[in-house]
């Protein structure tokens, strides 16, 4: 697994976007990046993943740069109910050994 | 298509019993891994199966724990002669059976608390 760091914490205004930087220095070449979030302490929820190309789903959208060594996740128009913990995941090629680290804690504010 | 189920979402067991927390994954996933969150702390890997195969039992405990995933039924998180330090939130995540860029997914959970 690549190692990712990200921000401990973030504030974002509600309705503005948030973006949340990761870093992947380590990652190789088939190896993707997924993101996820946890609300309280309910399952982690699946937001997006990528490879090489920028991604958009319905809930974000996923910057990686083009030497792969960080991507950004964007939400366009956080509410209060994006406030979360996010992680940014690098698993090993076709595995989900998922290496959760710290993550980000997502505050959203009214 | 139901997603990944867990049960019991809640489990109280006293000291030296045995605790058996039950995942059923998604429909059409053969791979199923389990994670254990202490209380304020992030999920840490436990265990991947295939079925009727383990695959990286790494992150799993050397004494009291075990893990199975039969041909038929859902995968069992067995921890015996449980001690107050077990007492955390379990989640398992179920994936299909092609790896390559497909995403995994998670469960609410199983909350254990010893007594």
């Known amino acids: 697994d690549a190692k990712t760091t990200q921000p401990p914490s973030m504030d974002c205004a509600e309705g503005r976007a948030a973006n949340l930087p990761c870093n992947h220095s380590t990652i190789s070449g088939n190896e993707y990046v997924y993101w996820y979030r946890q609300i309280h302490s309910q399952g982690p929820q699946y937001i997006i993943h990528?490879?090489?190309n920028n991604e958009t789903n319905e809930m974000a959208s996923l910057i990686i740069t083009e030497d792969r060594k960080s991507s950004t996740l964007i939400l366009p128009h956080a509410t209060l109910r994006d406030t979360a913990v996010y992680y940014c995941i690098a698993p090993a090629e076709g595995t989900y050994k998922y290496i959760f680290g710290t993550g980000t804690r997502l505050k959203v504010l009214a | 298509n139901a997603g990944v189920m867990q049960n019991p979402r809640h489990l109280v067991r006293r000291r030296g019993q045995e605790a058996r927390l039950r995942c059923s994954p998604m429909?059409?996933?053969?791979?199923v891994y389990w994670y254990r969150q202490l209380p304020e702390e992030g999920l840490k890997f436990m265990v991947y199966?295939?079925?009727?195969?383990?695959?990286?039992e790494s992150g799993m405990p050397k004494e009291r724990f075990s893990a199975e995933f039969p041909k038929e039924g859902p995968s069992i998180l067995r921890i015996q002669q449980v001690v107050r330090g077990d007492s955390a939130a379990y989640f398992c995540?179920?994936?299909?059976?092609?790896?390559?860029?497909?995403?995994?997914?998670f469960g609410q959970g199983t909350r254990l608390t010893v007594v």
């Open positions: 199966l295939q079925k009727e195969n383990i695959i990286d």
């Open positions: 990528g490879l090489k």
């Open positions: 429909k059409g996933h053969s791979h």
């Open positions: 995540a179920s994936s299909p059976p092609t790896g390559m860029g497909t995403e995994a997914f």
